[in-house]
């Protein structure tokens, strides 16, 4: 099956700096996409990237779609304490109607 | 708005018992999708369904059931419950793949 592999795993890091985080994958995808999960909630779509190349913004948030079809990155720009939480990467394909979720990236912002 | 809404919030369950996990969206979604949740494994696809009548396995569907009987409700059900199948689990629904809906989730623990 599709597998993603999103790295890091987890990041602590000081109230002010960036943040990069990234996924890969064996198989092509069609949409790349980046959620965030708080504590005890589900996970909200934060990006979604319909294009190989596109790079898109959502306020300090800034993701890429990889040429290659088969990557993405999150950049959180000026990290406030309300980012702590779990990013995830997906990946679908419109063709097999499923979505396949990378591990998560724990993210803790120091005040 | 509601949204998606799961029930219960968290259940226990003795090995070799049923249970039903129940998911409700008030959107009009046609896509509707379980995901469970275990540490370090990000979410992995249980079974989805693309509209009322019709419902598909995703990548880990043993052990677990699931009807579409209307556009509105996903329920899955576990017909004999296993320790490993303590985890947390999402329900989530969307209009097209991509931007799913996630529920609050269900916290099961299987003893």
């Known amino acids: 099956g599709q597998q993603l592999n999103q790295s890091p795993q987890s990041m602590f890091i000081q109230e002010g700096e960036d943040v990069s985080m990234n996924c890969t994958s064996s198989?092509?995808?069609?949409?790349w996409l980046w959620y965030k999960q708080d504590p005890g909630e589900g996970p909200v779509l934060l990006i979604a990237l319909y294009k190989a190349g596109e790079l898109t913004s959502n306020g300090r948030l800034t993701a890429q779609f990889g040429i290659t079809r088969k990557d993405s990155f999150l950049n959180i720009s000026a990290s406030i304490p309300s980012d702590v939480g779990i990013y995830f990467c997906a990946g679908s394909n419109v063709n097999n109607n499923d979505m396949r979720f990378g591990a998560g990236t724990r993210l803790t912002v120091k005040p | 708005n509601a949204g998606v809404t799961q029930t219960p919030k968290f259940q226990v369950l003795k090995t070799g018992q049923s249970m039903t996990l129940q998911c409700a969206q008030d959107?009009?979604?046609?896509?509707m999708s379980w995901y469970r949740q275990d540490p370090g494994m990000g979410l992995r696809l249980i079974h989805y369904?693309?509209?009322?009548?019709?419902?598909d396995q995703g990548e880990v569907p043993n052990g677990y059931n699931v009807s579409r009987s209307t556009t509105e409700d996903f329920p899955l059900r576990l017909l004999s419950a296993a320790p490993s199948q303590t985890s947390v689990y999402f329900c989530?629904?969307?209009?097209?793949?991509?931007?799913?809906?996630f529920g609050n989730g269900t916290r099961l623990t299987v003893t």
């Open positions: 959107m009009n979604h046609e896509y």
């Open positions: 198989s092509i995808f069609n949409t």
């Open positions: 989530a629904s969307s209009q097209t793949l991509g931007t799913l809906h």
């Open positions: 369904s693309v509209g009322a009548g019709i419902t």
